[in-house]
Structure formats: structure tokens, C-alpha cells
């Protein structure tokens, strides 16, 4: 069973950057697609950004531009490099592996808060 640990939250004030790390357990990571979700307090949880096994990514409008997300298959690790940050980006940061149908992980999930 994968295990996926998140870190690198915090916080930070506005217009500030974090770049959080998932870290994943196992030897499927390299063929894994790899997502960034976000769910704020009474909001449902919102996809961010994703990179297939191949590197092609893809990022939702609220954070194009503000957003990279990477991956280092040798560390079993995806990134979320988020810069400009804003109190919008308040929420709980979940990062996600999916093996096609039959695997579908996620971690506990990393805290950011962006407040003065």
C-alpha cells in the first residue's frame, strides 16, 4: 500500500512563497500521475495541479501563474512550489498518487495559512 507524507507548510505572510514536498512510499512512484488539492474550511477540495508519469502538467485557473508543481522520481517526491501567496490560499494542501484505476492514494494532508 502506498504512503504518501506531505511537509513543507506553515505560515507565511501575504505575497510571500512555501514549497511543499510528498514523499511516497513503494517503487510505483515513477509511473504514478501525481496531483496538489486544497480544501479551505466549509469548502469542498479543489484539484491544483497535476503532472503525469511523462511531466505534462496541468494547473487549475485560481492558481495558474502563481503555481509550479515538479516531481523527482528518484526521491519518490512531487513538489508544489507556490509563490505570491494570497489569504485565498488558506486551506489544508493534499497531494494525491493514481495508478490508473487501481491505486488511489493521498496523504494527511500540510497546513498553509497566509496571514499578516
Known amino acids: 500500500q502506498v504512503q504518501l507524507v506531505e511537509s513543507g507548510g506553515g505560515l507565511v505572510q501575504p505575497g510571500g512563497s512555501l514549497r511543499l514536498s510528498c514523499v511516497a512510499s513503494?517503487?510505483?512512484?515513477?509511473?504514478?500521475?501525481m496531483g496538489w488539492y486544497r480544501q479551505a474550511a466549509g469548502k469542498q477540495r479543489e484539484l491544483l495541479a497535476s503532472?503525469?508519469?511523462?511531466?505534462?502538467?496541468g494547473y487549475a485557473d485560481s492558481v495558474k501563474g502563481r503555481v509550479t508543481i515538479s516531481r523527482d522520481n528518484a526521491k519518490n517526491t512531487v513538489y508544489l512550489q507556490m509563490n505570491s501567496l494570497k489569504p485565498e490560499d488558506t486551506a489544508v494542501y493534499y497531494c494525491?498518487?493514481?495508478?490508473?484505476?487501481?491505486?488511489?492514494?493521498w496523504g494527511q494532508g500540510t497546513q498553509v495559512t497566509v496571514s499578516s
Open positions: 494525491n498518487l493514481r495508478i490508473g484505476a487501481r491505486i488511489d492514494a
Open positions: 513503494g517503487s510505483s512512484f515513477s509511473i504514478a500521475a
Open positions: 503532472i503525469t508519469m511523462f511531466g505534462s502538467t
